[in-house]
C-alpha cells in the first residue's frame, strides 16, 4: 500500500513538474509584457514610439496647414504671410509621406487635430491684423518646439530603417519651421519651456602617482 501511495505522489509530482514548465514556457519573461507593442517588418522593428511620431506629425499637419493658410489672408506682416505659405507646402508634402509610411505599417491615423491644437485654431481664426501675427508666430513656435523634441528623439533611438528615414525629413522640416516663425521677431522666448537641467557630471577618476607605486 506504501509503495502504492509513493507511487502515485511520484507520478503526480511529474505531472505538476511538467505543468509549471508548460506554463513558464508560454508566458513572457518578466519585464518583457511591452514587447507585445513591438512589430517585426522588413526595415526592422516597429514600436511604440516610431507609431506616436506617425500619429503627432500628422495631427501637426491637420492644424498648422490651415493655420498656415490663415497667415496669408489674416497676417499683416509680409514675413507671417511668407511663413505661412512655406508651412502649408511643407506640411502638405510631409503628410503625404506620413500617410504613405503609416499605411505600410498599418498605422491608424486620426482625421482632425487635438484638443490643444482645436483651441489654438480656435483662437487664431478669431483675429486679424497684428494680433493674429503674434499668436500665430507664438502658437506655431511652441508646437514646433514640442514635436521637435519627439521626432529628434525617435530619429536619435528608433529600430526602424524607415522611420529614422522618415523622421529625418521631418526634423529638416520642423526645424525649418522653427528658424521661419523666429524670424518674424514676434516670438516671446521667454513664455517658452526651459531646457532640461543637465545631470551633473561624474567626479574625474583620481591620479595614479605610478612613480610611488611598489
Do not use: Y
Not at 122 to 132: C, H, T
Not at 147 to 162: L, P
Amino acid at each position: 500500500m506504501r509503495r502504492l501511495l509513493r507511487g502515485e505522489i511520484i507520478i503526480f509530482g511529474g505531472f505538476a513538474l511538467a505543468a509549471v514548465v508548460a506554463i513558464l514556457l508560454v508566458m513572457p519573461p518578466a519585464g518583457t509584457t511591452a514587447s507585445i507593442d513591438w512589430t517585426s517588418t522588413s526595415s526592422g522593428p516597429l514600436g511604440p514610439g516610431d507609431r506616436d511620431l506617425l500619429v503627432r506629425v500628422r495631427q501637426a499637419g491637420l492644424w498648422e496647414i490651415p493655420a498656415g493658410q490663415w497667415a496669408q489672408e489674416r497676417g499683416e506682416s509680409e514675413t507671417v504671410k511668407n511663413v505661412g505659405m512655406h508651412l502649408v507646402e511643407d506640411h502638405t508634402k510631409l503628410d503625404v509621406a506620413t500617410r504613405a509610411v503609416a499605411a505600410r505599417f498599418g498605422v491608424p491615423l486620426p482625421d482632425q487635430p487635438n484638443a490643444d491644437q482645436q483651441r489654438w485654431l480656435a483662437q487664431l481664426a478669431s483675429e486679424n491684423g497684428k494680433a493674429f501675427d503674434k499668436d500665430f508666430a507664438d502658437l506655431l513656435r511652441a508646437a514646433h518646439g514640442k514635436v521637435f523634441a519627439v521626432v529628434a528623439d525617435v530619429r536619435a533611438g528608433t529600430r526602424n530603417a524607415e522611420i529614422r528615414k522618415f523622421a529625418q525629413q521631418a526634423v529638416t522640416v520642423v526645424m525649418k519651421h522653427m528658424t521661419l516663425l523666429e524670424s518674424t521677431e514676434l516670438v516671446d522666448f521667454d513664455q517658452l519651456p526651459e531646457p532640461l537641467t543637465p545631470s551633473p557630471a561624474p567626479p574625474a577618476p583620481t591620479a595614479v602617482d605610478t612613480r610611488r607605486q611598489p
